[in-house]
């Protein structure tokens, strides 16, 4: 039986974070065996809002560095970059005569950068959701590993592919939000105010490129307070979050020490922050000194990112010639 097709991307507009890794990157290394899988660093989505191109090489290998650094292996999915793959712009083409402006204009993340840049509005942004079900479903993907802030994009793909379909022929599948165990994840800021982002909020976020000295300092000034004064309580979001970090990266004999210490109201904030700490830079580590390596090598690079281009060209083309087939493109 033929593996079933995973694509997901990320856009090279800053560092990655914690949330990159656990809402995306986690899930592309588990599934590297299992499925046949597309990775690429979306760099046309990128230009939407990141005009100036002086960084974006620079971004671009970070963000191949970094995901084979968390254990994505380049000879087992094709890892590109979104503009060595013209075929996704072809159907990005197609798609766009599917999509309406008013549903384009109501998508949360539009309306979120319309009130960001207000100076530049610019197609690419109203589009934006088309360009991302092009890159899905050029692969005919069934499955997309992301984070929750991603589920209303996934949704739109399926839209566009089912509107394809009923009027040219079933060529699409309908592609879904992935995550390993149920729920899509969302990882907060250190001091609970939003998500983890790229941009936002740098001193609330943990990057994979953080030196030890500095993650510690995010953790210990992370927001906490004086503690539950009544036994068994709910806990507040941004020391939820807290334990959420916690879950994620210690030992669980260590995340039930510290629940039992907020249970019985005896809990020492600075304990946990310590800890936390020491298990976060424990984590992070490996993965910042290993992404500096490929970084730096070049000639590497530059082969990964050829090798990922080919794989995902023969992939978009076959799809290609389907579409146009199905559309009586083929003169
Ligand atoms: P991007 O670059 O913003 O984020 C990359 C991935 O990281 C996830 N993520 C998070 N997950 C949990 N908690 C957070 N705080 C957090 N922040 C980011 C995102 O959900 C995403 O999975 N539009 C996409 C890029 C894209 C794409 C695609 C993704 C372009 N085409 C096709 C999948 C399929 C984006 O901006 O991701």
Known sequence: MSKEVVLSGI??????????YFGAMRNYVRMQDEFNCYFFVANWHALTTHPDTKELQNSVHRVIAENIACGLDPEKVALYVQSDVPEIAELYLYLNT????GELEKTTTFKDK????PDNVNAGLLTYPVLMAADILIHRAVK???GKDQEQHLEMARNFAERFNHRYGDVLPSPQ????????????????NGKMSKSENQM??????????LIRKKIMKAKTDSGPTETNSAKPDYIENIFTLLKLVSEESILNKFETDFNNCVIRYGDLKKQLAEDMVNFIKPIREKAADIQNNKTLLS???HQGAEKARASASATLTEVRNAMRLNY
């Open 11 to 20: 856009r090279p507009t800053g560092f990655l974070h914690l949330g990159n």
């Open 98 to 101: 599917m999509a309406y402006k």
């Open 114 to 117: 319309v009130r960001q840049q």
């Open 144 to 146: 997309v590993p992301v």
């Open 177 to 192: 939000a992935f995550n390993f165990g149920s729920e899509l994840v969302k990882i907060m800021s250190l001091d609970g």
């Open 204 to 213: 609330n976020t943990l990057f994979l490129a953080d030196d030890d000295d």
């Open 303 to 305: 082969k990964i990112i």
